[in-house]
């Protein structure tokens, strides 16, 4: 089978994420926290979203292990219980890959510790610990991602460089455009592909229409493949991040004020977006895709269709001209698609 990089020298990669906001409106996770417990509490939801991405046409199976760190886990209480979260879902994760033949991604975060080189030592265990556990588990490769700070997705890609894995590692870039120690999107890029990065790029935070411009300056400064995995959310120039949307029709002030994370609904992309966006970064050069925190399903598949896969959930794509009153089918009743403009 192909490794990651082969398949990228052959085409696009696509990689579905958004676990930790799919599950959490399943009913299976907490919003806040977004801690996976639900590797150890119901497995079986987490291995039927692998499942479900893969069908849609995700290439990659990524462990969801996001946010199963010491920091995170100290908070609810359960840091006693990070081995077993890991490793929990780096198995789930290997058995989908294994039956679908897709890659199988380790995956370590942003700490929310990082304050520079006097957080190095912690944040480099618990990237060790991470990493380690990933490779134990055979992962094709490891996504670092969400990082702020470049000098942590620095540290991160040593570490998984030093465990002699692929690399794919992606930034979030806030409203003030750059890196929290104020680098360039692109420059920060520049160092990651230096520092040894197989893959670098941008994902969450940024909807389609704030990503892509940021992108673009990436592709342009780098020779290794870039990811790009907006979250599924209409960002705009005046509020260019799913943290700062404000919707003055909700009824609570303070969801007004802040809808991120559990009020987003209204500002949710299509799945012609998704696709729109899809075409438009693989124009610019963008070559691992992707969808993040808010992804469901049908964004992959819209993804998928978009580069001109045909994935199995393609059988269920939509066809408008069986509708009973919108479509176009000749055996359809007239009564009905006459009665349509009324609607």
């Not at 089978?1 to 052959?10: N, V």
Request: with cysteine; net charge negative.
């Amino acid at each position: 089978m192909a490794d990651l990089l082969e398949r990228l020298a052959q085409g696009p990669v696509i990689c579905a994420e958004g676990y930790l906001f799919e599950l959490e409106r399943r009913g299976y996770l907490q919003a806040g926290g977004f801690v996976p417990e639900v590797v150890l509490e119901h497995p079986e939801k987490v291995a039927e979203l692998h499942r479900e991405f893969v069908h849609a046409g995700s290439d990659v199976v990524e462990a969801f292990t996001y946010y199963a760190h010491r920091e995170k886990l100290r908070i609810i209480g359960r840091e006693d219980d990070l081995e077993r979260i890991n490793r929990r879902a780096l198995d789930i994760a290997k058995e989908v890959s294994d039956e679908s033949g897709a890659l199988l991604a380790g995956n370590v975060c942003n700490t929310n510790v990082w304050e520079g080189e006097e957080s190095r030592d912690a944040v480099r265990a618990m990237f060790e610990e991470q990493v380690t556990w990933a490779a134990e588990a055979g992962a094709d490769f490891v996504v670092g991602e969400t990082f702020s700070w470049l000098g942590e997705a620095l540290l991160a890609t040593e570490v998984i460089k030093e465990a002699g894995l692929p690399a794919v590692v992606t930034l979030t870039i806030h409203r003030h455009g750059n890196a929290r120690e104020g680098t360039s999107p692109a420059e920060a890029c520049r160092q990651l592909e230096a520092a040894g990065a197989d893959v670098v790029g941008l994902n969450c935070g940024r909807g389609p229409e704030t990503m892509l411009p940021l992108l673009d300056d990436v592709c342009r400064v780098v020779s290794v493949p870039v990811a790009g995995l907006p979250v599924p959310y209409r960002t705009t120039h005046s509020h260019p991040t799913f943290h700062s949307l404000e919707d003055p029709a909700a009824p609570d002030p303070a969801i007004a004020e802040r809808p991120f994370p559990i009020a987003l609904e209204p500002f949710t992309c299509s799945r012609f977006e998704i696709a729109d966006f899809t075409r438009r970064a693989q124009d610019v050069g963008v070559s691992y895709l992707g969808v993040c925190c808010g992804a469901a399903p049908h964004h992959i598949r819209s993804m998928a269709e978009a580069l001109g896969r045909t994935p199995p959930a393609s059988q269920y794509s939509p066809d408008m001209s069986k509708h009973y009153a919108f479509g176009s089918d000749p055996s359809l009743h007239t009564t009905n698609q006459d009665y349509a403009q009324r609607m």
